[in-house]
């Protein structure tokens, strides 16, 4: 595995850039090599320990979410070889979920003992870890972070019911000013009126007796460079809200339809009991339903890239997932030659019982899947699919020299290598490169996203087994401890903290 971290799939040669001065006479050199092999890795803690860092380029400590103990665990990198450790206890508060830094400032997103309550944003300083501030948001606040330009916190308050579905709290979406320490919390009560004409373009709403607002469940945050919008994922809604940060107003739901797995370019390994690691194409649609999602500004426009986990609503009030085996299909769509629900064609592949039987005969019509197996790209103005990696995520690692495709073949029949995590390395605004994280597949993915409608494959990194990669965090040269440019991956399943550097 060494040698095939240490492949360079891409270098492309040293091109100069002016420096940002009026006569632009002074030049520097931008190395944009890309050559990322496994560094360290930090211990954090048993299953689930680790899953969100965040790193302050001040203080060279590294801050990472540690459910397991409700502590954010601290570790001085500034020798990543020999880490300093010390931690936040946060078990008076809650249990936390995220974690940004800015300007020396660190950022908890922390959830209420009774996940339904409202949850709490907690301001430290990096240097001391000294509590500046606390900020009371909406429930189950997920994902937290800083505009660029340092004035304003947002938070994700996904607002997730009850295990009996009885409290189902609104979706919510938290902008905190931080020098005034004003809290603005914004509802979806505006799109009611549209729900008719979202949920026909593909946006979920479905929950039991729930409202629009009660129904969203806002996931992850992207910023845009001149900290003016704000997108946020809204998983298992399949959409993406767009916030005006200036106005404090939620000004669009995008609804992301559906993937034709039909297509040639999106064909999957649909069984876990076909005894086959093969890709082909079934009369399936795929529910984008992204996790984490990052924004970049490449060559003035603005991009959205997602990864496009799925999840499904599994309690026990309400559960809406099934295999395809249980369902009956309609048989003027499905020919019953053909032995669809078969458990070595579509009789595993989990599936919803909200969508596809349109008049409701019991009768399905149309089937759906959780996720896309993909990452994409969407446009930041209006929401329009720009890119999908089709099966791209499937091909290079069904052919890599030690393919862990789908989790040894494990997790296709639910959601396959399942992409939870996507991050952005800008090398001097002359190269993208996309990282990509694959939770059950334990590795991630590199693509130059320079041209962002098309991606070009580089390598897949990857350390030890069952890592189970939940955050990505890149660190650019100037900004890291090493002088050379990391990738810092949190891992939910080993408890770890795996560093790769660019060489």
């Known amino acids: 595995m060494k040698t095939f971290q240490k492949i360079i799939l891409s270098t492309l040669s040293v091109l100069a850039i002016g420096c940002q001065n009026d006569d632009e006479s002074v030049k520097k050199s931008i190395n944009t090599n890309v050559n990322f092999s496994y560094k360290t890795s930090i211990k954090i803690g048993g299953e689930g320990a680790s899953e969100i860092s965040a790193f302050d380029k001040i203080s060279k400590k590294l801050f990472t979410v540690n459910v397991e103990a409700n502590q954010i665990a601290i570790n001085d990198i500034s020798d990543i070889n020999n880490p300093k450790k010390s931690n936040i206890n946060l078990t008076s508060y809650g249990s936390p979920n995220s974690v940004a830094i800015l300007d020396g400032k660190l950022a908890v997103a922390v959830e209420a003992t009774i996940k339904q309550n409202n949850g709490k944003i907690l301001l430290y300083n990096t240097s001391d870890n000294s509590l500046i501030s606390e900020f009371t948001v909406g429930a189950l606040p997920d994902m937290v972070a800083f505009s660029p330009d340092g004035k304003t916190i947002i938070s994700a308050n996904e607002g997730e019911p009850n295990d009996d579905y009885t409290n189902d709290p609104e979706g919510t979406i938290s902008i905190i000013n931080i020098k005034s320490k004003a809290v603005t919390t914004l509802n979806f009560d505006a799109f009611e009126a549209q729900k008719k004409d979202l949920t026909s373009k593909g946006f979920r709403v479905f929950g039991p007796n729930a409202s629009l607002?009660?129904?969203?469940?806002?996931?992850?945050?992207?910023?845009?460079?001149?900290?003016?919008?704000?997108?946020?994922?809204?998983?298992?809604?399949?959409?993406?809200?767009?916030?005006?940060?200036?106005?404090?107003?939620?000004?669009?739901?995008?609804?992301?339809?559906?993937?034709?797995?039909?297509?040639?370019?999106?064909?999957?390994?649909?069984?876990?009991?076909?005894?086959?690691?093969?890709?082909?194409?079934w009369p399936v649609k795929g529910i984008y339903q992204p996790d984490a999602i990052k924004y970049a500004n490449i060559n003035g426009i603005d991009y959205i890239f997602s990864a496009n986990e799925g999840d499904a609503r599994d309690y026990k009030g309400f559960s809406e997932e099934v295999r395809m085996e249980d369902l009956t299909l309609d048989e003027t769509v499905f020919d019953a030659s053909l032995n669809y629900l078969d458990k070595a064609n579509l009789g595993r592949l989990k599936t919803t019982t909200t969508l596809g039987d349109a008049n409701n005969d019991g009768k399905f019509e149309e089937l759906y899947s959780y996720g896309a197996r993909s990452f994409s790209v969407w446009s930041g103005d209006n929401g329009t699919l720009l890119y999908d990696s089709g099966n791209s995520i499937a091909t290079e690692t069904l052919k890599a020299t030690q393919s862990r495709f789908n989790d040894n073949d494990k997790r296709s029949d639910d959601k396959g290598a399942e992409p939870e995590s996507v991050e952005i390395l800008n090398i001097g605004n002359e190269r993208y490169i996309l990282f990509v994280g694959l939770e059950r597949n334990d590795q991630v993915l590199m693509y130059d996203v320079t041209n962002p409608t098309s991606p070009l494959f580089l390598n897949i990194l990857s350390h030890d087994g069952d890592e189970g990669p939940e955050g990505l965090l890149a660190i650019s040269a100037e900004d890291s401890p090493t002088g050379k440019a990391l990738l810092v991956v949190s891992n939910e399943d080993s408890g770890t903290v795996t560093f790769y550097e660019n060489n």
């Open 213 to 281: 607002s009660q129904d969203v469940e806002p996931e992850y945050i992207a910023i845009s460079d001149d900290s003016k919008t704000a997108w946020v994922s809204l998983q298992e809604n399949n959409g993406i809200a767009k916030v005006n940060l200036s106005s404090k107003t939620i000004e669009a739901i995008y609804p992301l339809g559906f993937k034709d797995y039909n297509l040639a370019k999106n064909s999957m390994d649909a069984s876990d009991k076909d005894d086959k690691k093969e890709l082909k194409n």
